[in-house]
Nanobody, 122 residues
């Protein structure tokens, strides 16, 4: 069973950058597809990005392509989300998630973190 802990959220001005981290427990981190999701107030949770266990495959929602980059360091059991050119509409609670097996296109995840708030001011 994986336990996930996000960090790195905060307040940033539009056009700025933030890097989110998600530290995972367990010995088989590279067997998990890792994803980032976000949920803005009064909106449903939406998929943001995913990365395969090896890190060779990634997948992004169209609204963040070219601005966000997902990566992972399996030696550190950590996945990252580098967010550049942030916009006010990126404001949300960002969640890290883990899925045993599957692909970066899978939508169902097994484990979730508690979330970290990202606020982008205009």
């Amino acid at each position: 069973q994986a336990q996930l802990a996000e960090s790195g959220g905060g307040l940033v001005q539009a056009g700025g950058s933030l890097r989110l981290s998600c530290a995972a427990s367990g010995r088989t981190f590279d067997s998990y597809v890792m994803g980032w999701f976000r949920q803005a107030p009064v909106k449903e949770r939406e998929f943001v990005a995913a990365i395969s266990g090896s890190g060779r495959s990634t997948y992004y929602v169209d609204s963040v392509k070219g601005r966000f980059t997902i990566s992972r360091d399996n030696a550190k059991n950590t996945v990252y989300l580098q967010m550049n050119s942030l916009k006010p509409e990126d404001t949300a609670v960002y969640y890290c998630a883990a899925r045993w097996g599957g692909t970066v296109y899978s939508q169902n995840y097994d484990y979730w973190g508690q979330g970290t708030q990202v606020t982008v001011s205009s």
